[in-house]
């Protein structure tokens, strides 16, 4: 029986509600409250214990509590939560802390896999920063472990749980010979039992960093004992799936600490990573026409969802959009980061910048593209002929002053639209160039903003931050394209407010008033409107089997070049016909875009790979629906 525990409903202090438990742990339960002073949602940390503690553990408990409360308030970094009060009931304390809607990294590598090595880095740099600003107050964490990093809904890493801490000039808080901590994550000297420093939270940031990337710890043998040994003992097996990470994990796991990368040491190699990792993002891109105004960006920022630690400590749920991992502090995000915060993504170096856009969309393509190369941390097979689904990529942007209207038409087909129009998907190796408008060649540079989003199979860049997309071509300030209510039939006739277009290779299309070809390679066309419209139909006669495992097969690679990654959908439909289709529906960026690839391939046998991708503002969605569903009803492949 445990002593005078809290329960929903309960009111602390007179001011804190308890409304329902986030998570339980060893030593306590998280319980999402409501500050009847202030209105706002906090985070609630309740200290429990069993009836039969004597005293002297009791005290050592309430210390360590009330520790943990302490260390984290004296920290001054956004990755680490705010401690807003510490209340005392029932001879115990409980700590009230900022809540964040989160999921745990462990929870993110368990369910989603293993993260990209650039999303791991920007993790890392996060954790980095906290743990500075703790080292420099002389608090060592003890414990850092994916269970105890929470990736909040809006993106912001937080690294909780300084329970086991170790704050300079303080006693132990543990009882005499008493290891705390994960036994994956614990350093060598910890082990040894030797007093540890700075460079032990080092050595578990890059145990972390194994586990983003691997989906598993560094030393994991089973059991503790076991486990231990081979952190002594044993070389590191060196993760596979690190990249540009290896030399970072490596240096963070040499067993002797004086060997080990320090801070500093650490961090610029991080932000190198991350640098490297944008530069490949935005190669991939597509330029677009300046807009005046961005779409209404969304405050949802996706997270890579991670996977379970892989040794998390006994007794412990790991609760769902909880609060802190187990029983870690909590916060919604009100200091400003230390002086040493995690590097923005760098701007585009000169190098991967100047390089032929054919390079540039490779990084981001699929097998379903004709030549591209992988994107960082695929299949690295480049100049293979890739099934080049015809990329069917409308990236309308939105120019200043000009408002579009879009009326709605009927359900249509539903399929999503959104996506950047790299054509990184359907390209030739050699003939993924951006066309030239006539303000710009297509050597000269591109002073438009660029996409983010690369296209699995003959796809469009993501729209930049700064451009709004509207639902179809505008031809006036006050009317829009307007799709009429009655969906075409397949090769049936053209709605009001579009063309038919036949192209010599034998597809055709019903494509938006406006919209107009302006240049074609031998397996693309390109369409473009005077507000900057952009349609690209792209297509492969050597199609892959399965366009659903093309899709799956590419994922990886995108979410390590895009921000704020989320998938929406990925699955294999039937689009009409044709039964060998795929869907890969997601968002990302900020402001927020939402994004369609849709492959299929045509003719029994296998006979042209073709990919319709669109990319549109999230807000737009809906919206756009009228627009999609006439191209995706009207497409007519070569026969």
Excluded: C
């Excluded at 030393?219 to 540009?244: F, I």
């Excluded at 190369?373 to 000009?402: E, F, H, M, N, S």
């Excluded at 089997?545 to 990925?570: C, F, H, I, K, M």
């Amino acid at each position: 029986m445990t002593q005078a525990q809290g329960s929903t409903g309960r009111l602390l202090a007179g001011r804190y509600r308890l409304n329902g438990v986030l998570g339980r742990g060893g030593m306590g339960t998280v319980w999402r409250a409501e500050d009847e002073m202030l209105g706002r949602t906090v985070a609630v940390k309740e200290l429990r214990m069993n009836a039969s503690v004597d005293e002297e553990e009791k005290h050592r408990l309430i210390v360590r509590t009330l520790r943990e409360a302490k260390a984290t308030a004296r920290i001054r970094h956004n990755s680490a939560v705010t401690v807003f009060d510490v209340v005392d009931e029932d001879d115990r304390p409980w700590i009230v802390m900022e809540l964040v809607e989160s999921r745990s990294l462990a929870d993110v590598i368990r369910e989603d896999g293993p993260l990209a090595p650039g999303r791991a880095a920007e993790i890392a740099l996060d954790v980095l920063g906290v743990l500075s600003a703790a080292h420099a107050l002389g608090i060592l964490h003890r414990d850092v472990k994916p269970s105890n990093v929470l990736i909040g809904e809006d993106g912001r890493v937080v690294l909780t749980d300084f329970g086991i801490a170790s704050v300079e000039g303080d006693a132990s808080v543990t009882s005499t010979g008493m290891l705390v901590g994960a036994p994956s994550y614990i350093s060598p000297e910890r082990a040894r039992g030797q007093k540890p420093g700075p460079p032990a939270d080092l050595w578990s940031l890059g145990g972390t960093l194994y586990a983003m990337v691997e989906g598993r710890p560094p030393y994991d043998r089973g059991s503790a004992l076991a486990t231990l040994t081979a952190v002594m003992t044993e070389e590191l097996v060196p993760p596979v799936n690190a990249g540009p990470l290896l030399p970072v994990i490596e240096g963070l796991l040499a067993k002797d600490p004086a060997e080990r990368l320090d801070a500093s040491q650490t961090r610029s190699m991080l932000k190198r990573v991350v640098a490297e990792a944008t530069a490949k993002a935005e190669s991939t891109t597509e330029h677009a026409v300046p807009v005046e105004k961005p779409a209404e960006p969304s405050a949802e920022k996706p997270v890579e969802k991670p996977a379970e630690e892989p040794s998390s400590a006994k007794g412990e749920e790991a609760p769902k959009r909880t609060v802190g991992g187990l029983l870690g502090t909590v916060r919604v995000g009100s200091r400003a980061r230390d002086e040493e915060p995690p590097a923005e993504p760098a701007a585009k170096p000169d190098g991967p910048a100047a390089a032929p856009e054919a390079e540039a969309i490779r990084p981001v393509t699929s097998e379903w593209t004709m030549g591209a190369t992988q994107a960082a941390g695929a299949d690295p097979r480049k100049g293979r002929r890739r099934l080049a689904v015809v990329t069917v990529v409308l990236v309308l942007l939105l120019i200043a002053g000009v408002v579009a209207v879009v009326r709605a038409v009927g359900s249509g087909d539903g399929a999503s639209a959104g996506g950047s129009t790299n054509g990184a998907g359907a390209t030739s190796p050699v003939a993924a160039t951006t066309e030239a408008t006539p303000e710009q060649s297509p050597e000269a540079p591109s002073t438009e903003p660029e996409s983010t989003e690369p296209a699995p199979a003959g796809t469009a860049a993501e729209p930049p931050a700064s451009a709004a997309v509207p639902p179809s071509p505008v031809t006036t300030e006050a009317q829009a394209l307007t799709p009429t209510p009655t969906q075409p039939a397949p090769g049936g006739a053209v709605p009001a407010g579009y063309h038919a277009y036949q192209d010599p290779s034998g597809f055709s299309v019903a494509l938006p008033d406006g919209l107009q070809p302006t240049g074609s390679d031998p397996n693309r066309r390109i369409f473009k409107s005077a507000d900057g419209s952009q349609l690209r139909i792209e297509w492969t006669t050597s199609p892959r089997p399965s366009a659903l495992a093309d899709w799956q097969e590419s994922e990886p690679g995108l979410r390590g070049q895009v921000t704020n990654y989320q998938r929406v959908n990925l699955a294999a439909i039937n689009y009409r016909q044709w039964t060998n289709a795929a869907d890969w529906e997601w968002t990302s960026g900020s402001p927020r875009t939402h994004s369609l690839n849709r492959g299929f391939v045509t003719g029994t046998p296998a006979k042209y790979g073709y990919s319709i991708y669109w990319i549109v503002p999230d807000a737009e969605w809906a919206a756009q629906a009228p627009v999609r569903d006439v191209v995706f009803n009207s497409f007519q492949p070569a026969p």
